[in-house]
């Protein structure tokens, strides 16, 4: 069975690339710091982790949850999500049970909040988890996403300076790829599961797409994807640029460990288009049909290789020109222009091959020399390439260090310069490209000088990895100890930033078990991670508490002994000077580890990886002890104190399952619980014979590897806690019904629970998020309100009334959590919130307010009483007295009744001046905007015709209504309408018949103040402006040779405007101008000169003729006119267009908007923000001396009350700059040639939105001053 077992397991090891990790990892002999010393760099000693590391915690977290199959079984992890979700819905708590009436502390615990870290201080850096992926928004620096190993997404709007999660409830929390949208950037594309084979890189659930930047997610490829083992695992999402901006016809690639999948749909629907481990994917930016794809099987594979696409992706080659034939293994690939550069891993020895360049893209490749590159002997988990966006012989490499190359990948430098180690992914800012982003093993950086020197951007992530071990403090809330993935061991003491401990001798390391003496919380026990012979594992222990050193305590200890790469470390429950530890045997210290004896022999099967999971002495028996192991056994030994303890095997009854917690009942050691990891039946098992027989306590329980569990000290027979890869459960009936316990908890793999019996608090250690609390509810809780004064409101009769309201804080003073209502019988309260639960310690805000009930009465003073009630034992009862008194009736307008309407005669009605101030709610008026600061008009409509009523030009935010009727208890709605005028002014146009109507005009959500109001028939005269733009804004030509270009009208009125036409201000002497309309790919379609109608908010374009017969130079303010827009009349679009016609030849110089057109805009981020967008590309037609410039300018002249100062640079065609900003850059153009540039807009204040004024105007002139082309932009604060 032995031998099978093991042949099977070894599959497995194959079969997710490890089999020569197996073999590195008995043939590793460096560290971390002589890796860097072969580099000439040295590592930050903060962050080293152990060579090999990832290759160990690979095994130790995949074989037990394949065990015993050789590999976790195809679609398991999503069909325990989609189970979890059928049955409890994506967000499930429990109801929460009656407290407990015996004397023994229980679990009795309200809904999860997280305590961090956020992040780990260590030392002067900061760190928070591993990070797979890191993107930044095309256009705005300043958003940035990332992809935790098991930490879901997160967005930042500032540059990372904070964060919020977005996908806490996403059917996978472990990313492996993010991708933004480049022509809609609130769509993002995110692969789900780690290709970084470290194994604790946990299962994907195939794609999930954001439509509104990252606030929600979809799942996309759902029956795809997790049909590969336990899901797929997606290295890259690319999406094709010129497909773009779409929900439903975009292409978009996704390179898995099962294939290469293109959607053409937006992700909708995927197919296979190649076949293998494929690592990476790129487009070339030259021609989009040429795709690059990379299949990288770490341990190497006969298909391994570079594969290129000419059809976008349909079909596929494999390139072999100047690559390597032999011991290829993982690549990474990037790519920009014809460029792109390749990373190899040697399959063999698990170094770096090499780097490879193609400049044709990816025909012909040639190696690069990559000097000073390496990833020690990682490059399997960790290495990456990207290419600089401004220029494409910068090179940045990533392995368990970051390299810089300024020389096409010939020579590299280490820039990793105190960041953490581990590099998986790089960004760059979408217009400086000295400003990089580094993800890895410790978090996020940013550099803002090419990697020259680096700052975390890791305040606020959790993310952090922790695994078992996590160890609480008997009394109050710290400290809290724990052990994370590649960040050490860390200290909770109050702040929710944890600080790293100092381990003697060791730089950094995985962070496994750890303890706290409850009879002396400054002696603490923690340690790394365990590997064989190496000096650094075993248990340590620190006798000073906070800041206090950690010395090497393994005496005793055979440092050759097989272990699991997380083993086990116990304290006994009754005497702490006595702790236990495990490898594939029991160690025990009666001596607070300074000397350990071996007490057990063997207790596997013998397996190369076979080892003990996890020990627990009884709490009423200390010669009862219990041992489980990760191949399936149990052990129970009845005189554990003794010299040499006697064990029992008690695997019987107990499925063949890696075994991974064990607990034993605190007042009776005969019953224990055993849970149990992989797929398949039966997670929970328990005992109350010592193990003698075994009960499958599963129940209704989904099928999901557990990884610890908590007996209730209170209820120990029956209620159970159990931590799982799909979060927290709880039983009450002894196991027959399991009921998730994770509100506020996301959704991912729970490693350890720990009960802190003094508090009642449950708290859990995720592999992803952090750790988190569940603050008792029970306890002795204790009411107190403030302030304790009346809440006294006064007002006229019909409102308003002031004060409006009054907060009360309600606070628990006492322990445990307390249940309270707030209530009040009278009519014109509302009380928010009105009932809830607060933690021991926790305030909340009660809101007491007068509601629009009030205005109905009569002048009086009315009483009232608030009632605070603690429901849960009734301790700090109060209440608040309340008055309201209401004076004799205010002044309001004349028309503020109904009947009292101001009667509209002629039309067309236009005013100005009107007024809601004092106005006020009667009885029966139909609601528009609460509280109803409504006046009144009233129209007679002599005929059936089209009635418009707008409030354009208002001060005053309204709402408008229209209604038939003849008593304001008996009105009918017709219309109503909040914001569709222009700005904030209101609009309704409707057909009606001839009859009397009423309008009622309100503030928003009770706003007064000063309004106009325009009513007319017909369509209406008084539709708001329409916009207007040119493109191109200049144009050059000889006499005899006509000019053209094109123009749009924007109608972004809710009605139609009519008859809208352009034309010139005035004509020019020998010049003839045309129009003819044009359909949606800019081709000419209608009548020459013939005005069209463009519906409420549609656009109509013109494509427009000069012919000259004569010189000619001109500014021309283009004439917008539509007959029933306001202003009355014509109006000037936003852009001139500078028309040049000369007798002899010039060179016509085209300018034209390259990103955001004519008609967009630069926001400026708040007053004092910056924003930078590319916003015009010019076609030169003979070579030249040019110099463009960006100037403020509104149509008419300088508009000097702008405040932001704009400066310009040229750029490439991805938007990046090559020059520095200033105010003009002049460079020499060649004939046929383009060129791009970047206007950058600085706040000092607010700039108002007035596209005809507040305007960046980018003018490009010859050696003779002469503009030969411009284009121009609106800017705006955001």
């Given at each position: 069975m032995e031998q099978h077992l093991r042949a099977r397991i070894a599959e497995a090891i194959r079969h997710f690339l490890v089999v020569a990790v197996l073999t590195l990892a008995g043939a590793l002999g460096l560290h971390l710091t002589a890796i860097a010393q072969e580099a000439g760099h040295e590592v930050d000693e903060l962050t080293q982790e152990p060579e090999g590391t990832p290759a160990e915690r690979l095994l130790w977290f995949y074989l037990p949850r394949a065990f015993p199959f050789d590999r976790v079984p195809p679609g398991s992890f999503q069909a325990a999500r989609r189970e979890y979700e059928q049955r409890f819905g994506p967000d499930s708590g429990y109801e929460q049970p009656a407290s407990p009436t015996g004397t023994v502390p229980s679990i009795n615990v309200g809904n999860w909040s997280a305590i961090g870290p956020t992040p780990i201080q260590s030392g002067s850096n900061q760190f928070s988890g591993r990070i797979s992926s890191v993107a930044v928004h095309p256009t705005n620096g300043n958003i940035v996403y990332i992809g935790g190993a098991q930490g879901g997404i997160w967005k930042s709007s500032d540059g990372g300076s904070t964060w919020i999660a977005t996908s806490d409830q996403a059917c996978s929390l472990a990313m492996g790829d993010i991708e933004i949208d480049p022509v809609n950037p609130n769509i993002v594309y995110a692969g789900t599961g780690e290709l970084h084979n470290s194994a604790d890189s946990y299962y994907g659930c195939g794609v999930l797409r954001s439509t509104n930047g990252g606030t929600s997610w979809q799942q996309m490829g759902a029956s795809v994807f997790d049909t590969t083992s336990g899901g797929a695992r997606i290295a890259r999402i690319k999406v094709r640029p010129s497909t773009a901006g779409s929900t439903t016809a975009t292409t978009v690639f996704a390179a898995s460990d099962f294939g290469l999948y293109r959607s053409t749909d937006s992700g909708q629907n995927w197919t296979r288009v190649l076949t293998g481990v494929v690592s990476d994917v790129a487009i070339s930016d030259n021609n989009q049909n040429i795709v690059i794809a990379a299949i990288g099987s770490a341990f190497g594979g006969s298909t391994n290789g570079i594969?290129?696409?000419?059809?976008?992706?349909?079909?596929?080659?494999?390139?072999?020109?100047?690559?390597?034939?032999?011991?290829?293994?993982?690549?990474?690939?990037?790519?920009?222009?014809?460029?792109?550069?390749?990373?190899?891993?040697?399959?063999?020895?698990?170094?770096?091959?090499?780097?490879?360049?193609?400049?044709?893209?990816?025909?012909?490749?040639?190696?690069?020399?990559?000097t000073g590159a390496s990833c020690g002997s990682q490059c399997w988990y960790d290495m990456h390439i990207k290419i600089a966006p401004n220029s494409l012989e910068t090179v940045y490499m990533g392995g368990v260090s970051l390299y810089k190359s300024t020389d096409g990948a010939s020579s590299f430098s280490n820039i990793t310069n105190g960041i953490h180690v581990d590099q998986h992914d790089l960004a760059f800012h979408p217009v400086v490209a000295d400003t990089v982003y580094a993800a890895n093993d410790g978090?996020?950086?940013?550099?803002?000088?090419?990697?020259?020197?680096?700052?975390?951007?890791?305040?606020?992530?959790?993310?952090?990895?922790?695994?078992?071990?996590?160890?609480?403090?008997?009394?109050?809330?710290?400290?809290?100890?724990?052990?994370?993935?590649?960040?050490?061991?860390?200290?909770?003491?109050?702040?929710?930033?944890?600080?790293?401990?100092?381990?003697?001798?060791?730089?950094?390391?995985?962070?496994?078990?750890?303890?706290?003496?409850p009879s002396n919380t400054n002696i603490r026990y923690g340690m790394c991670q365990w590997q064989q012979n190496a000096s650094y594992s075993g248990p340590r222990r620190n006798d000073t508490g906070n800041g206090g050193t950690y010395f090497l305590k393994k005496t005793g200890i055979n440092a050759g002994d097989r272990g699991q790469f997380i083993p086990p470390l116990r304290m006994s429950p009754t005497t702490p000077t006595r702790v236990y530890f495990g490898t594939y045997r029991l160690y025990r210290s009666t001596n607070q580890g300074d000397a350990w004896t071996a007490v057990s022999n063997d207790l596997t099967s013998g397996g190369s990886r076979s080892a003990i999971s996890m020990m627990a002495e009884a709490k009423t028996n200390s010669n009862a002890m219990y041992v489980v192991t990760n191949d399936g056994k149990a052990w129970y030994s009845s005189n554990a104190q003794s010299g040499s303890p006697t064990w029992t095997?008690?695997?019987?009854?107990?499925?063949?399952?890696?075994?991974?917690?064990?607990?034993?009942?605190?007042?009776?050691?005969?019953?224990?619980?055993?849970?149990?990891?992989?797929?398949?039946?039966?997670?929970?098992?328990?005992?109350?014979?010592?193990?003698?027989?075994?009960?499958?306590?599963?129940?209704?329980?989904?099928?999901?590897?557990?990884?610890?569990?908590?007996?209730?000290p209170g209820e120990p027979t029956t209620h159970f806690w159990i931590g799982t890869d799909l979060g927290v459960y709880r039983t009450t009936d002894g196991g027959t019904t399991w009921t998730p316990f994770n509100t506020n908890l996301p959704l991912l793999a729970v490693f350890d629970l720990v009960f802190q019996e003094s508090t009642g608090d449950l708290y859990a250690a995720t592999h992803g998020r952090g750790a988190w609390k569940a603050a008792s509810s029970s306890g002795s809780p204790s009411m107190t309100v403030t302030p304790t004064t009346a809440f006294n409101s006064t007002g006229a009769q019909g409102g308003p009334f002031l004060p409006n309201s009054q907060t009360y804080t309600v606070t628990n003073n006492g322990t445990g959590s307390v249940n309270w209502t707030a209530s009040d019988s009278a009519a014109w309260?509302?009380?928010?919130?009105?009932?809830?639960?607060?933690?021991?310690?926790?305030?909340?805000?009660?809101?007491?307010?007068?509601?629009?009930?009030?205005?109905?009465?009569?002048?009086?003073?009315?009483?009232?009483?608030?009632?605070?009630?603690?429901?849960?034992?009734?301790?700090?009862n109060t209440s608040r007295a309340v008055a309201l008194t209401v004076t004799g009736g205010s002044t309001g307008p004349a028309n503020d009744n109904f009947a009292n309407a101001t009667n509209i005669g002629t039309l067309p009605y236009a005013v100005t001046g009107q007024t809601n101030v004092g106005a006020t709610s009667e009885t029966g008026e139909p609601a528009l905007s609460a509280p109803n600061n409504s006046v009144w008009y009233k129209v007679t409509i002599p005929s059936s015709t089209t009635l418009h009523v707008d409030t354009n030009g208002s001060a005053l935010d309204t709402y408008i209504g229209l209604f038939s009727g003849s008593s304001v208890s008996s009105l009918t709605t017709l219309a109503t309408n909040d914001d569709g005028g222009t700005n904030l002014a209101s609009l309704i146009e409707m057909a009606v018949n001839a009859g009397t109507y009423y309008i009622a005009v309100d503030g928003f959500s009770g706003n007064t103040g000063t309004f106009s109001l325009n009513v007319s028939t017909s369509g209406g005269t008084t539709l708001g402006a329409v916009v207007a733009s040119v493109l191109p804004t200049a144009r050059a030509t000889q006499t005899g040779t006509a000019v053209t270009a094109f123009a749009t009208i924007i109608n972004p009125n809710a009605a139609t405007a009519t008859g809208c036409s352009i034309a010139l201000p005035s004509a020019i002497a020998g010049t003839t101008f045309l129009y003819q309309t044009t359909n949606a790919s800019n081709v000419p379609i209608g009548t020459a000169n013939t005005p069209v109608n463009i519906a409420a908010g549609g656009s109509q374009g013109f494509y427009f003729a000069l012919s000259p017969t004569a010189a000619a130079s001109s500014n021309i303010p283009l004439v917008f006119d539509c007959t029933n827009t306001s202003p009355a009349g014509t109006i000037f679009g936003v852009n001139t267009f500078q028309y040049t016609a000369s007798t002899t030849p010039i060179a016509d110089l085209v300018a034209i908007a390259a990103t955001i057109g004519n008609t967009g805009y630069i926001s400026i981020p708040g007053t004092t923000g910056q924003s930078a967008a590319s916003v015009a590309a010019i076609n030169i037609g003979a070579t030249q001396t040019v110099t463009a410039s960006v100037t403020e300018q509104a149509i008419g002249g300088t508009d000097p009350n702008m405040p932001a100062t704009l400066t310009?640079?040229?750029?490439?065609?991805?938007?990046?700059?090559?020059?520095?900003?200033?105010?003009?850059?002049?460079?020499?153009?060649?004939?046929?040639?383009?060129?791009?540039?970047?206007?950058?807009?600085?706040?000092?204040?607010?700039v108002a939105d007035n596209p005809a004024t507040n305007r960046a105007h980018i003018y490009f002139r010859n050696a003779s001053s002469q503009v030969v082309g411009a284009t121009s932009v609106a800017v705006r604060t955001q």
């Open positions: 594969y290129r696409s000419t059809d976008g992706g349909a079909t596929w080659a494999q390139v072999t020109s100047g690559l390597p034939t032999s011991s290829i293994g993982r690549i990474n690939i990037d790519m920009r222009g014809q460029y792109a550069y390749a990373v190899m891993q040697n399959s063999s020895t698990f170094q770096m091959l090499g780097i490879w360049r193609t400049t044709d893209d990816g025909a012909n490749w040639t190696q690069r020399t990559a978090g996020l950086f940013r550099s803002l000088d090419g990697g020259a020197t680096w700052t975390q951007r890791n305040s606020g992530l959790n993310i952090s990895q922790f695994y078992g071990g996590l160890s609480v403090a008997p009394t109050g809330s710290q400290p809290i100890s724990g052990g994370t993935q590649d960040n050490h061991t860390v200290l909770y003491t109050g702040s929710t930033v944890w600080t790293d401990v100092n381990f003697s001798g060791v730089g950094g390391c995985d962070g496994a078990f750890t303890l706290i003496n095997d008690r695997s019987s009854g107990l499925p063949t399952r890696a075994m991974s917690y064990v607990a034993v009942d605190p007042t009776n050691a005969d019953n224990a619980i055993v849970t149990a990891q992989g797929f398949g039946t039966g997670h929970v098992y328990r005992t109350t014979n010592a193990g003698a027989t075994w009960t499958n306590i599963s129940g209704n329980l989904i099928d999901v590897p557990v990884n610890t569990v908590v007996i209730d309260t509302t009380i928010s919130p009105a009932s809830g639960t607060i933690v021991q310690g926790a305030s909340t805000a009660v809101i007491v307010s007068i509601n629009t009930t009030a205005n109905t009465l009569a002048p009086n003073t009315y009483n009232s009483t608030v009632n605070f009630t603690n429901t849960t034992n009734g301790t700090g310009i640079c040229r750029a490439n065609s991805s938007g990046v700059c090559l020059t520095t900003f200033a105010a003009s850059t002049s460079f020499t153009a060649t004939a046929g040639q383009t060129y791009f540039f970047v206007v950058l807009a600085q706040g000092s204040g607010t």
